[in-house]
């Protein structure tokens, strides 16, 4: 399939197809509103697009569109954030094994009943993998025992299969983790309730707990011992692709400014025609461009299937800084213009800058994704 239509079209069809009720999707809770959102006939599109796994002739340019439009419609950020989160970090890099390990859900997943998570994180060791706890040791019978808690998981509280990364060997080194697949309803799997969170409000985080769960070698999401190379291919995907979640959202913030500065009226005259305050929305349109023009290239990169994506991870990750930056600048700036109303919740003018500040954080902490980048520069750089 080729995707022809250009990205405006696309984005302005999804929020015709989502309608006007976009901000109240999570109202009766964030599975509901999953379900309303992956049924929405572009969303759905996208999703069986990342699971065929397939890249090029505009997939993941026209996947983009889709994200960028339902921010645009106004459907809550974290919301939109978790579809974008599962559809790039975990769908798709997940779909482009040989082995399809998501084949088996991939009805429930396109008709908005199954929600995955990628639990990674522990509480004692989120930026270092290779220190992780959570242990998957082989019996004489050839299974797998699963033993560890993760943290801090997207959507965990609602998961129904887990993305999980797990040491396979006791000693730290590049083939010490594996990746399995695992349904939450599965015996000795315990899902947390929802974390108290101060971002990303709309989408639940939490933590699970595995104990003694019995994974077989179908669990496994490619071959023992690959797990830190499979994390490389889903965090890569997230970091060149995630911040798709924020482009509507943020245009839409500066449609907001604009009509608010036209309105509001100071010292006699309308906000807007104060050259200071004009300068400031210009501000923040330029960083839109800036991090819209990175996402769509790392898009249409991986659409041309010139480079392979481990080749990316690099770009990857300085467009991720790159757009973490720019997203807690954007927030930062906008939410003065709004004057008081900025931090009222129900103003319908409030800036979240948490959730823009937790950009630096999930994915890779733009610290540790520096150091990274330094070594590949040539530095003797270590973590
Ligand atoms: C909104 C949100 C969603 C998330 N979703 C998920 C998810 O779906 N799945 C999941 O597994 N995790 C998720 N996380 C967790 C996230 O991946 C971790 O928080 C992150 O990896 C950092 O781990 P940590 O919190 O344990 O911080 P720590 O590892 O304790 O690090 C704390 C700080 O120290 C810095 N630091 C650590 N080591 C070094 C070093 N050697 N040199 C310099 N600086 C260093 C880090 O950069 C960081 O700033 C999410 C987090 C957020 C905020």
Redesign the pocket.
């Known amino acids: 399939m080729t995707v022809t239509a250009r990205p405006a079209d696309v984005t302005a069809a999804v929020v015709d197809e989502i309608g006007p009720d976009a901000a109240d999707l999570t109202a009766e809770g964030f599975r509901a509103g999953w379900r309303r959102l992956v049924r929405t006939p572009s969303v759905n599109a996208v999703m069986a697009d990342s699971l065929r796994g397939e890249t090029g002739n505009g997939l993941i340019e026209n996947a983009v569109s889709v994200i960028e439009g339902i921010g645009r419609a106004g459907v809550p950020a974290g919301l939109t954030?978790a579809v974008a989160?599962q559809i790039f970090?975990i769908q798709w890099p997940l779909s482009t094994l040989s082995k399809k390990p998501l084949a088996p859900y991939a009805d429930a997943i396109l008709d908005g009943s199954l929600i995955l998570?990628?639990?990674?994180?522990?509480?004692t060791?989120?930026?270092?993998p290779l220190s992780m706890r959570t242990a998957a040791i082989r019996s004489d019978s050839g299974e797998y025992r699963l033993d560890g808690r993760?943290?801090?998981?997207?959507?965990?509280p609602e998961a129904d299969v887990i993305l999980t990364f797990a040491r396979t060997d006791e000693a730290r080194h590049p083939f010490a983790l594996s990746s399995f697949l695992i349904p939450s309803d599965r015996a000795g799997v315990e899902r947390s309730t929802p974390f108290d969170?101060v971002?990303?409000t709309e989408v639940p985080?939490g933590a699970i707990d595995f104990d003694a769960v019995v994974a077989t070698d179908a669990d496994l999401v490619t071959t023992e011992g690959s797990g830190l190379a499979f994390l490389a291919s889903t965090t890569t995907w997230e970091r060149a692709l995630l911040m798709s979640y924020a482009l509507g959202g943020m245009a839409a913030t500066i449609d907001r400014a604009v009509t608010w500065l036209r309105d509001r009226e100071q010292f006699g005259r309308s906000l807007g025609a104060n050259p200071l305050v004009a300068a400031r929305v210009a501000d923040l349109a330029i960083i839109r461009h800036r991090v819209r023009t990175l996402v769509y290239d790392m898009a249409r990169r991986i659409d041309s299937q010139t480079t392979p994506m481990s080749a990316l991870s690099t770009d990857a990750a300085q467009v991720k800084i790159s757009c973490a930056q720019d997203l807690l600048q954007f927030e930062t700036s906008a939410a003065p213009l709004f004057g008081a109303r900025a931090v009222i919740a129900d103003s319908g003018y409030a800036i979240n800058t948490t959730?823009a500040l937790?950009a630096?954080?999930?994915?890779?902490?733009?610290?540790?994704l520096r150091?990274s980048i330094a070594r590949e520069l040539g530095l003797p750089v270590g973590?």
């Open positions: 954030y989160s970090g998570c990628h639990a990674l994180t522990e509480e060791g989120g930026s270092d993760k943290a801090y998981v997207t959507a965990a969170k971002a990303l985080m959730s937790a630096s954080i999930y994915a890779g902490t733009n610290d540790l150091v973590n």
